[in-house]
Nanobody
Framework: QVQLVESGGGSVQAGGSLTLSCAASGSILSIGAMGWHRQAPGKQRDLVADITSGGRTNYADSVKGRFTISRDSAKNTVYLQMNNLKPEDTAVYYC??????????????????WGQGTQVTVSS
């Protein structure tokens, strides 16, 4: 099976920085886009940023100029550098991997996977 393990969340004051990491593990052949979504209490889960296998990036308007997404395809890992954090960035951040090709029990599958989520809290 495939697992996404996130790290790097925590608490920070407004204006501070955090870097999130998400590593995919398992019998993975390839991964399409990787990205980060976030969900604040009582709100829907929204896309923060994603990056294709070719390196093309996409950001939510609310984080443009403050967040940077990158990936290390050799390590099946995606990162989110978050600078100038604001209280409204407070949420649980989820990693997502799209189009993961992997082997299990001699069969090949293609599925999307989510991480377990990591809390980011920004205080004013």
């Amino acid at each position: 099976q495939v697992q996404l393990v996130e790290s790097g969340g925590g608490s920070v004051q407004a204006g501070g920085s955090l870097t999130l990491s998400c590593a995919a593990s398992g019998s993975i052949l390839s991964i399409g886009a990787m990205g980060w979504h976030r969900q604040a209490p009582g709100k829907q889960r929204d896309l923060v940023a994603d990056i294709t296998s070719g390196g093309r990036t996409n950001y939510a308007d609310s984080v443009k100029g403050r967040f940077t997404i990158s990936r290390d395809s050799a390590k099946n890992t995606v990162y989110l550098q978050m600078n100038n954090l604001k209280p409204e960035d407070t949420a649980v951040y989820y990693c997502k991997a799209d189009g993961v090709e992997y082997y299990a029990s001699s069969y090949m599958y293609v599925e999307d996977f989510w991480g377990q989520g990591t809390q980011v809290t920004v205080s004013s």
